[in-house]
């Protein structure tokens, strides 16, 4: 079993301990003191009389605070105790940490309380062989304080660690000599500051300072109005009401303020995630406009502000290509890495505008789409011009970058993830299914947008004919007759790459799909080979690389699984929507928590428990938002002008369900459903 780690996060800031609150570097996880990108605190273990102590409990007050309950030495200490330990851990634009030793004997007890710290201020790319650093320690002991320095070139990160109780200070760590009186507590705060510098060698400790100045107004208010604005929900399942809650306060978790700031955006999640992600936060802001809108404009100015305007091919940048990943740590700075700015991703340029539009549609913010009207156009363009690179009209990608590009530039992008049936990798440059779904929909939006809101009329036309000829190629052209669902790609050739995957259930979300085919996409997503009884897996069974614990070769993503059910109650299939939506469901209240990034594939007839995959992230951005997305879709929620339209389809024994004050243009609106809304039993929206 894997060890349990225990985390507090703000923004992209944020601390992996174990159960006992002792950081020690592991190389399969990013254990450890972490703020954009690099490890401040490598080791922070707490020792007293020189034993390390022992987890009897633990109190997760919030996603940025927790307090571990501890004694030390071993199990059989632990009955009749003399002395106990509690650590309160917080973080915000600081790490906390308040160590307070009860005494529980009739005597006054003498301890030596030992914290040892170091910091490797390893990279984030390099957490399974963290390179050697010539790190510079010094104590301070007149200052009760201990600080750690790296600096290569510019380059510098320091942290300074403080106490509020007096305190031996050396190069290994801190040490208190302690008197607690019976039945008394002794206490001392301590205090961890990470201190950036860039490369032009400023102190951007101010700037970030600056950018959380939402935790310093209190993280706890912050986090109570974040919850008043998202939607209430009212459900007979209690289960589902605790689902929703925990998204939403995970959401609030993996918002960041980047040093470039136009407001929160969601990063991707913990623990490999922590930083701005194309993909991931424009999913997530699809997913999240029914319930949380606020992320979606921030998110839309910053990505328009980093689009690419240029050629480069270490970076695989080009002139209108939205950014795929954006990274502070070292090896980015200095180019070890292609990830200060990294656009391998071609995805991401066609999903901007259909999130511009989709915002647009639920807020009615026509300034926003008036102010990106370039960017989104740059985006629109850079999809004939650069993405189509067979010149055959379909989206492709091939990294520029020979040295460490990413090879698949879609969302499944492990490299063996875009296979035949039979197990042969598809050639370059490839063009899979679901790029010319997202393509054919940014053209249709982009086309209302230009029509509606750019005064541009022609441009608009001919974005319709281009998106309907595409569909009609892409009908002729991606569907295998014989086998009745869409090929998982097209080689450069033409030849159509036929293995069965959840990427036909994006056609569906984005409306490429002929609607007399609809039915057998959806026979499919619900059939044996790609259902596992929890969701879609990404590959299906029967295929010659299927692996149920294989991240895009058969694991179940929530993500791709609300994509899925959005397109079919889309295109009228709503008992397929249902049967997935509540395996998702389940899946969420036997698990508890947060929603993981993916689970394994396995059949639920198998293993009767949803199965966990160690390199799962959780909580993730877009897995949270897309429990919301399964929601939203299940009740059937779709903008239409300055109304909410609600069409309830809940899966059966779902219960009574309201989603009140949903926000949008009409102001706030109520939406409720039932397992037998079909029947007429739903209610219409109340809108205030």
């Not at 007293?48 to 030495?73: H, I, K, Q, W």
């Not at 004939?384 to 970058?401: A, F, S, V």
Request: aromatic share 10%.
């Amino acid at each position: 079993m894997r060890q349990e780690r225990v985390y507090v996060t703000a923004g992209s800031a944020f601390a992996l301990s174990d159960s006992r609150g002792d950081m020690v570097v592991d190389p399969h996880a990013p254990v450890g003191l972490w703020s954009f990108d690099t490890r401040f605190l490598s080791h922070w273990v707490l020792r007293v009389d020189g034993e390390r102590l022992n987890a009897l409990s633990r109190d997760d007050m919030t996603y940025f605070e927790t307090r571990f309950f501890l004694v030390p030495g071993a199990a059989s200490h632990y009955v009749d105790a003399d002395v106990s330990l509690i650590r309160h851990r917080s973080i915000d634009d600081a790490f906390h940490e308040r160590i307070t030793v009860l005494n529980h004997s009739v005597e006054p007890a003498e301890f030596t309380v030992r914290l040892e710290i170091g910091s490797d201020f390893a990279d984030t790319a390099e957490i399974r062989q963290p390179r050697e650093r010539p790190v510079e320690v010094v104590a301070d002991p007149a200052r009760d304080q201990l600080r750690l320095r790296y600096a290569r070139g510019r380059f510098a990160r320091e942290t300074t660690v403080t106490s509020t109780a007096p305190v031996d200070v050396d190069e290994g760590g801190m040490t208190f000599r302690i008197r607690v009186e019976p039945e008394g507590e002794w206490v001392t705060d301590l205090h961890a500051v990470a201190i950036i510098r860039g490369a032009g060698g400023r102190d951007l400790r101010a700037d970030l300072e600056r950018h959380r100045h939402h935790v310093r107004r209190g993280m706890r208010d912050e986090l109570r109005q974040w919850l008043d604005r998202a939607p209430t929900l009212a459900a007979e399942r209690g289960a589902l009401e605790a689902a929703y809650a925990r998204c939403l306060v995970d959401l609030a978790s993996l918002r960041y303020l980047p040093l470039v700031n136009f407001g929160a955006v969601p990063v991707g999640g913990l623990p490999w995630a922590m930083t701005l992600y194309g993909r991931d936060a424009i999913i997530t802001c699809l997913q999240t406009l029914a319930f949380t809108p606020e992320l979606t404009p921030a998110t839309l100015r910053m990505l328009a502000a980093m689009q690419g305007g240029r050629l480069d091919d270490e970076h695989d940048e080009e002139p209108g290509k939205i950014v795929g990943e954006l990274r502070y740590g070292e090896a980015a700075a200095f180019g070890e890495k292609p990830t200060a700015l990294y656009y391998g991703a071609a995805d991401t340029t066609p999903l901007f505008v259909v999130l511009l539009d989709e915002y647009e549609r639920w807020s009615g913010d026509a300034d926003l789409v008036r102010e990106l009207r370039h960017p989104a156009r740059m985006a629109l363009d850079w999809i004939d011009e650069y993405g189509d690179l067979t010149g055959d009209g379909y989206l492709r990608y091939l990294t520029r970058n020979t040295r460490d590009g990413t090879v698949n530039q879609g969302w499944k992008n492990s490299p063996d993830a875009v296979a035949y049936a039979d197990g042969r990798l598809a050639g370059f440059p490839r063009g899979t299914c679901e790029l010319q779904g997202y393509a054919y929909d940014a053209k249709r939006r982009g086309a209302r947008l230009a029509r509606e809101f750019w005064g541009d009329p022609a441009y608009a036309d001919r974005l319709e004919r281009e998106a309907e000829e595409l569909k009609r190629r892409f009908n002729r052209d991606f569907w295998l007759p014989e086998r009745e669902y869409y090929a998982l790609a097209l080689e450069p050739d033409g030849t159509p790459v036929d293995a069965l995957t959840s990427n036909i259930g994006h056609l569906l979300w984005s409306g490429i799909v002929d609607d007399d085919r609809a039915e057998a996409v959806a026979a499919h997503l619900v059939g044996p080979q790609l259902f596992s009884g929890w969701g879609v897996r990404t590959f299906a069974a029967g295929q010659r690389r299927y692996n149920p614990v294989g991240s895009h070769l058969g694991a179940v993503w929530p993500s791709d699984n609300a994509l899925i059910v959005a397109g079919l109650r889309h295109y009228g299939r709503d008992v397929e929507a249902a049967r997935i939506a509540a395996g998702m469901f389940e899946m969420a209240y036997l698990l508890g928590g947060s929603i993981p990034e993916m689970i394994a594939g396995y059949g639920r007839d198998l293993t009767k428990y949803p199965v966990q995959l160690p390199a799962a992230g959780r909580p993730q951005a877009w897995s949270s938002g897309g429990l919301l997305m399964l929601l939203g879709a299940l009740l059937g929620l779709r903008p239409s002008g300055d109304n909410l339209l609600v069409n309830p389809a809940l899966p059966p024994h779902f219960g009574r369900v309201e989603l009140l004050d949903v926000p949008g243009r009409w102001g706030q609106a109520d939406a409720y459903g039932r397992d037998r809304a079909a029947s007429g039993l739903a209610r219409r929206p109340r809108v205030r």
